[in-house]
């Protein structure tokens, strides 16, 4: 687990406080916890307008609710109507509490290095550190990547048999299983994340957390980008559920192919993997280790 606590600037930092505050009008909501914020810069310069500076960015937050209940989707979808570019993780306190106090890579990176934007009595979650506990989390993300690997690879082999016999609509959703198990192992890998998600949208935009290269595979700039991407996609219920379902064997082709080289890349960016190590600087680097600190107030 890497040391790299988040640091947001001052306007990052306000446009997280209203993202906080629209959020916690509608949901009942303990922590908000910042763990990503990309952001990107362009420029317009020609001689035929005035030169132009524009920024975007994209925040991805751990929110933390009252209910153990998951409401991911629907907090999703409300917090896109406000703020687009917002990607959000939903757990219940109780539920990450857990899981943080026996080394969940990902909730104790989360809590140690993420920025806390919101906590509703005043107090974060900063545990006890046992360097031992950490490694032996650590080996075993490596190997459950392995496992997910593994079956990312095995839906992806089995589509192309299924495409030698003309089987076109099993040969899409396979590969929809192929691209959905490769991210779940890459996020598993690289952030500890135990990814439950479906949507391969989502999964891509997760993964840019630590890699954008995934994401820029499966490009969607051009129309016949967004078509190929929507089959793929939408192949998760399409091809079970919808009767007149079908696929021709030109975009099953190309879809093969694609998916192919993601699997290849899944075992190009493993090599990349970072060598554990560190988590106990991060836990020094921490003010005081303690079960809880002061944080932020709960009004914002």
Excluded: W
Excluded at 60 to 89: C, S, W
Excluded at 103 to 121: E, R
Excluded at 135 to 150: C, M, Q, T, W
């Amino acid at each position: 687990m890497k040391n790299n606590p988040i640091k947001l600037t001052d306007a990052q930092s306000k446009e997280l406080q209203e993202i906080a505050k629209v959020l916690c009008t509608q949901y009942k909501i303990e922590k908000i916890i910042c763990f990503g914020a990309l952001s990107s810069l362009t420029s317009e310069n020609t001689i035929f307008e005035v030169s132009q500076m524009h920024s975007t960015n994209k925040y991805y937050l751990l929110v933390l609710t009252t209910e153990i209940m998951r409401i991911e989707h629907a907090m999703q979808d409300y917090i896109n109507k406000h703020f687009p570019g917002t990607f959000i993780l939903q757990h219940g306190i109780e539920t990450v509490m857990n899981l943080v106090y026996n080394y969940d890579t990902f909730f104790l990176n989360a809590c140690l290095n993420g920025a806390l934007i919101y906590t509703k009595d005043g107090f974060t979650m900063i545990p006890d550190f046992d360097e031992s506990k950490m490694e032996e989390a650590l080996l075993k993300d490596r190997k459950v990547f392995k496992k997910i690997y593994n079956l990312a690879s095995g839906f992806s082999k089995s589509a192309f048999i299924c495409l030698e016999y003309q089987f076109n609509d099993n040969v899409i959703f396979l590969l929809h299983q192929a691209v959905e198990q490769g991210c779940r192992a890459l996020i598993r890998l690289f952030t500890g994340y135990r990814s439950d998600i479906h949507n391969i949208s989502r999964l891509l935009e997760l993964c840019n957390c630590f890699s954008s290269e995934p994401s820029e595979l499966f490009r969607r700039h051009f129309a016949k980008e967004k078509h190929l991407f929507k089959v793929l996609a939408a192949s998760y219920s399409e091809a079970r559920y919808k009767d007149n379902y079908q696929v021709n064997e030109y975009e099953a082709n190309l879809l093969c192919t694609q998916v192919s080289a993601f699997i290849d890349l899944i075992g190009e960016l493993a090599k990349k993997e970072i060598t554990p190590g560190t988590a106990k600087e991060a836990a020094k680097a921490s003010a005081e280790v303690v079960d809880y600190s002061p944080a932020l107030p709960a009004s914002l």
